[in-house]
């Protein structure tokens, strides 16, 4: 499999619903990407919520190419979701691009009413994780 990138070194002005794969043919390792800037927005009065999302994976045959998973996460930026949900779709989206090993998904939610959430969700075998 060559490596032929949708994203990298070209402009980008739409989120994707794909995220570009990297070959890997190395051993096992642990790989985490963390997301500075996940918004979505609340379901209910329409407000932001900002997050950090922490994804950690043990890649089998791919890596994640990171702009991509950049404009993957761009996505989320309008879409009214509770932040559970949220946190469940991505891991259940990524684990089956990315098909690695395992794969755990956190999003730590900023407060808004003095209460922040942190959600993780975690797909694939979970004696392999690092």
């Keep these: 499999m060559t490596f ?24 096992r390792i642990a790989v985490r990407l963390d997301c500075a800037e996940l918004t979505s927005l609340c379901p209910v009065t329409g407000h932001p919520d900002f997050a950090t999302l922490e994804i950690d994976y043990v890649p089998d045959q791919h890596l994640v190419e990171t702009k991509s998973m950049k404009l993957y996460l761009w996505r989320y930026r309008d879409r009214p ?28 939610f900023h407060a808004r009413g003095g209460i922040a959430v942190t959600v993780s969700a975690e797909r694939g075998d979970a004696t392999l994780r690092p």
Excluded: C, M, Y
């Design 4 to 27: 032929e990138p949708q994203h990298l070194g070209k402009t980008s002005n739409q989120p994707v619903d794909e995220v570009d794969l990297i070959p890997w043919s190395g051993g």
């Design 81 to 108: 979701t509770f932040n559970e949900v949220l946190v469940d779709e991505i891991a259940g989206d990524l684990h089956r691009q990315i098909a690695p090993h395992w794969l755990r998904v956190t999003g730590h």
